[in-house]
């Protein structure tokens, strides 16, 4: 290997094996996921679908397509919900797009004109980038219009989304967020793109790995599209994939490809049937319990000792800490706590005055540090050690020596028997 890569490689292990990652949109995956990714499958190139493909040699990779798509429908498409049953036949289902923000351009580029109307929640209230933000290709491909959680409480309202919608008849209807700590009420917006006659879509990318064991309300039936990545709350590799009512099919397979990409990497595809059968697994749910507990005891912890946590609390693996009253803003309050070796990024809140370089507030998730077997009192003495940086009650030395000693404590347990364990 490369000298100076094998350095690299060496440095990012130790970062990683040194310091408490709490990015809430990272994880570590198995080590049968890094295999695959690193299997054969990377040399092939395999352009079309399975028994379609523009080059020979695909017999072994259709197979592995088909079984990819198979296991994400059986673990994704629920047989019922509300009493009304679902019919996998009825839904079409892509794993080619390569991460996120391709396979919402892939949709995009699949429902929509130029010039249509996206209607999506502002960066600032939680939703992103990809979702139709100015700085994107999307924000100048069409007219993006933002709903916003309620001032008062944080949360979104729905009625005011109704309310937006039927003002600006949108042809597209995006749920989804990277940044809100509540539950997502895919019913509602079903009801709402209903009314307007919008497509709905859903982006699941932060709460996959929820959806996927029930521990967050799934999408299906209510929305016409779903995108998620896989490598958050899924704890697979990086990549994506889509789900769409099987009328869309067609459009949506050529807005992957060619629409906006080309050869799919199939060696992410293969670690996706990894990370698939994983999250099939019984631990996988309780592993999920677990994060959600975690990420409700960090939130409590903080907001007990005096930090503002936004909606008061959380549903899921995130939550969002206005660290205004601390005197810092979010980059510095990320920058002191990388400091003392505690992993989280700034991040904008809802109607935050700050820029999205320097915000007023910090998001943390606790997906990672709960695949390397996290416990509710291991969260209790990190929720301390952040307190101590923001609060500045103790001396960064001392709080760096203890993130070293509860970090040394935790490792990848590759059979999530942690979750299962007090
Ligand atoms: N960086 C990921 C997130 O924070 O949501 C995806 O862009």
Same mark, same amino acid.
Do not use: E, I, W, Y
């Given at each position: 290997m490369d000298t100076k890569l094998s350095k690299l490689i060496a440095a990012e292990t130790k970062r990683q094996d040194e310091t408490l990652p709490l990015i809430a949109s990272e994880n570590f995956c198995s080590q049968a996921t890094r295999a695959a990714l690193g299997s054969v499958f990377v040399d092939k190139y395999a352009e079309g679908e399975p028994g379609k493909r523009y080059y020979a040699g695909n017999k072994v990779v259709d197979e592995l397509e088909r079984h990819v798509i198979k296991q994400l429908k059986d673990l994704f498409i629920p047989r019922e919900a509300d009493g009304v049953k679902i019919d996998k036949k009825d839904w079409y289902a892509n794993v080619q797009p390569l991460s996120g923000s391709p396979a919402n351009l892939a949709v995009y580029a699949a429902l929509l004109k130029p010039g249509d109307t996206i209607l999506a929640m502002s960066l600032t209230s939680?939703?992103?980038?990809?979702?139709?933000?100015?700085?994107t290709l999307p924000g100048q491909l069409y007219k993006i219009v933002n709903y916003e959680v309620d001032p008062k409480d944080n949360f979104l309202h729905y009625d005011q989304v109704l309310k937006l919608a039927k003002k600006v008849k949108p042809q597209l209807i995006i749920v989804g967020a990277s940044a809100y700590p509540r539950i997502l009420d895919f019913e509602q917006f079903g009801d709402i793109a209903k009314k307007v006659k919008a497509y709905l879509m859903a982006d699941i990318s932060h709460l996959a790995g929820l959806v996927a064991v029930q521990c967050h309300p799934s999408p299906f039936p209510y929305v016409d599209v779903v995108t998620s990545t896989?490598?958050?709350?899924?704890?697979?590799?990086?990549s994506a994939f889509i789900i769409a009512r099987v009328e869309l099919g067609d459009k949506i397979k050529r807005g992957v490809f060619p629409g906006v990409q080309g050869g799919p990497h199939l060696n992410q595809i293969a670690a996706l049937s990894q990370a698939l059968a994983e999250a099939k697994h019984p631990k996988f749910n309780a592993y999920i319990q677990r994060v959600i507990r975690n990420t409700q005891t960090l939130a409590q912890y903080l907001g007990e000792g005096g930090l503002k946590i936004i909606t008061g609390?959380? !549903?899921?693996?995130l939550l969002l800490v206005d660290i205004t009253a601390t005197g810092l803003n979010g980059r510095q309050a990320q920058e002191k706590l990388e400091k003392v070796g505690i992993i989280v990024n700034a991040n904008t809140i809802p109607? !935050?005055?700050?820029?999205?370089?320097?915000?007023?507030g910090i998001r943390l998730g606790t997906a990672a540090i709960t695949t390397i077997g996290a416990h509710e009192k291991d969260i209790k003495v990190l929720a301390e050690l952040i307190l101590d940086v923001l609060l500045k009650r103790r001396p960064a030395k001392t709080v760096a020596l203890e993130v070293k000693a509860l970090r040394s404590k935790l490792k990848l347990v590759e059979d999530l028997e942690f979750a299962t364990k007090d």
């Open positions: 939680g939703g992103h980038l990809s979702h139709g933000h100015a700085v896989t490598h958050k709350t899924l704890r697979g590799p990086r609390g959380t !549903d899921n693996h109607f !935050d005055t700050g820029t999205p370089m320097q915000p007023s």
